[in-house]
């Protein structure tokens, strides 16, 4: 049987150190706490330690949805991520999490929405401040699709920031949609990227047609 997360090795953990390097995370799409229905994510670094965690969340209809929190491994808040109600561009907000759970009084951190309401496309905006100084060009772009694991996030100059792929075990083992790499260029905010990959996980639709990319 495959392991989900990375074998551990003092390269693995030595690559995980160096800034000029990307960094590479196994996505697992599980709560750490499994209840019937409910759905979450592990995220595992490249020495196969928690860095990122979803616990659960229900799948109702998102306007009966709760906001997100996106936690690291040891359970602190980082991002709380909250659904825009009656927006056809499916619209969510991110919130700083640490504040606490006066939704008035936290900071803003970003707004994130799918491109097209005429079209099926995963393909996602984000804009970064408080909502009154959104300006008109988006600060990151999600293209690509989302549930066949093929998507890339680039920055406000077309430069790609963050990528998602299938995970590969070996040369030849691909494994299934629910366990999938999550590639973090250098500079980059990986827990903000960890936050887009949660609302495109929310937002996106499934396809029902395999797709082959590289």
Known sequence: MCRIHPTESSHAIELSRKSDEPSVYTVWKKSSMAFHGM????????????AFRVDNYSRRNRCFTAEVLLMDGDGRALLALRPQIL?????????????????RSRSHVFSMR????????????VFMGSPDSKSQMPSFLIEGCFWRRCC????????EVARICRK?????????DDVFSLVVQPGADCELIMAFVVIMDRICQKPFTPLMCS
Do not use: P
């Open 152 to 159: 890339k996030v680039r920055g406000s100059e077309g430069k």
């Open 39 to 50: 759905d979450g994510f592990s995220v595992y670094d490249s020495s196969g330690g928690l």
């Open 168 to 176: 590969k075990v070996g040369t030849s083992v691909v494994l299934g």
């Open 87 to 103: 927006s056809m561009h499916n619209q969510w907000n991110g919130y700083k999490g640490e504040e606490g759970w006066n939704k």
């Open 114 to 125: 799918r491109c097209s309401i005429l079209q099926s496309t995963d393909e996602a905006e």
